[in-house]
């Protein structure tokens, strides 16, 4: 374990003891850290880090009674970090966070910035919650003031992340994806093996995807949504109902939580005049012509044949 002066002494000493083998302080320090974090109404960004990092892997390896011991504590502390609270729920030492718990306090935060730990309590709420839910974190973001206006991404990117799709090159289009929304490989990896689908759809709005290219990507990319032409039609009318503002601003939480501020694709619209010359003097990537007709439409004649 990594020592750090953000506590005291006493938190290095049992530390040195963790790692001495045939003992097992984990539970005595899991207490002793959680009583020092307590003990402070406000925390630092790296205090917070430091602190989710060691006792996310205590709370997995210690006794029922500790993690009892450590909700408790963890329950009663205003701003308690989500991960937190979510790891101790996966043991069942407490209730599991709900949207209706956590969504209102992004109005603690500046309206046009949120603090760092509010970032990543907002992703890892977001990731854990249902499709409704979901929706309702997404609805709760007007409270922030509208981001950048970015402009789309290239028509060249756009058909790379196609292509990769369509393919099934999943490590291939969540390089790209990272890339384009400018999020960190994990989060982008996060988006696009969701098993759900609404990542993938904020991911597209935010890039100014064509809606029928989200349709083949949803329908080719991951399994768990491709295989359902229900779900690929229900992320088809909320990529339709969702706000590019509402879309944006969940994409820079995923940058802040990252660490990753700015996207690094090149602004180019998406029906650019200079997608006619970049096709003509570049060999096509693909081997099969595209179809015209709605891939959903597509999708269910080639079920019924």
Known sequence: MVKSSAYPPL???????ACRDGVDIRPTLLRVLTDLYVQKPAHTAAEETQYVELASGLIDVVDDPTRAAVAGKICAYAGAPLAIRLRLAEHGAMPAPTVADTTPNITDDAPDHLSLSRCRDLVELFFA??????????????????????????????????????????????????????????????????????????????????????????????????????????????????????????????????????????????????RGARAAATPARHSQPRRDASPLAWQKNRDRA
């Open 11 to 17: 938190l290095d000493g049992l530390l040195d003891l």
């Open 129 to 274: 919650a249902s499709a409704g839910d979901r929706c309702l974190i997404l609805s709760n973001l007007d409270v922030l003031n509208e981001p950048e206006h970015a402009a789309p991404i290239s028509s060249e990117m756009i058909h790379q992340l196609e292509a990769a799709a369509l393919q099934r090159r999943t490590a291939e289009f969540t390089r790209l994806l990272g890339r384009a929304l400018g999020i960190n490989p994990a989060l982008a990896e996060r988006v696009t093996r969701d098993s759900s689908g609404e990542p993938i759809v904020i991911a597209a709005k935010t890039l100014g995807m064509p809606a029928a290219v989200l349709q083949r990507i949803l329908l080719f990319l991951n399994p768990a949504v491709g295989q359902s032409i229900e779900r690929v039609h229900s992320l088809s009318q909320l990529y339709e109902e969702l706000a590019t503002t509402t879309a944006a601003r969940m994409v820079a939480i995923w940058r802040q939580a990252g660490g990753i501020r700015h996207a690094v694709h090149a602004p180019v619209l998406w029906d650019d005049e200079q």
